[in-house]
Nanobody, 115 residues
Framework: QVQLVESGGGLVQPGGSLRLSCAAS????????MGWYRQAPGKRRELVAV???????NYADSVKGRFTIARDNAENTVYLQTDRLKPEDTAAYYC?????????WGQGTQVTVSS
């Protein structure tokens, strides 16, 4: 069964914004870390942003100052606010949750930045 449900992707113009959401199943009790990866065709999957259980965050250099990761522990949800989007941000974005030594992955949500 799907344990991570993503939403929020879409087509946006350069300079625009999207808010990605990922809701983890309640059966995932301890979300030690939550984050977002992205993968464009022909490229490696790369870490975009991660947030740990203490709320500490890290970002890829390419998105620093433009993207913001946050989590809502009550809803077991992680968000990625993407601002000032660039064409090079175009990729499938995957939610990732690390819990008790196990990695979980979302199905991916497509972000396309184009005029």
């Amino acid at each position: 069964q799907v344990q991570l449900v993503e939403s929020g992707g879409g087509l946006v113009q350069p300079g625009g914004s999207l808010r990605l959401s990922c809701a983890a199943s309640r059966s995932i009790f301890a979300t030690n870390a939550m984050g977002w990866y992205r993968q464009a065709p022909g490229k490696r999957r790369e870490l975009v942003a991660v947030i740990n259980s203490e709320g500490n965050t890290n970002y890829a250099d390419s998105v620093k100052g433009r993207f913001t990761i946050a989590r809502d522990n009550a809803e077991n949800t992680v968000y990625l606010q993407t601002d000032r989007l660039k064409p090079e941000d175009t990729a499938a974005y995957y939610c990732w949750v690390y819990s008790s030594g196990v990695s979980y992955w979302g199905q991916g949500t497509q972000v396309t930045v184009s005029s």
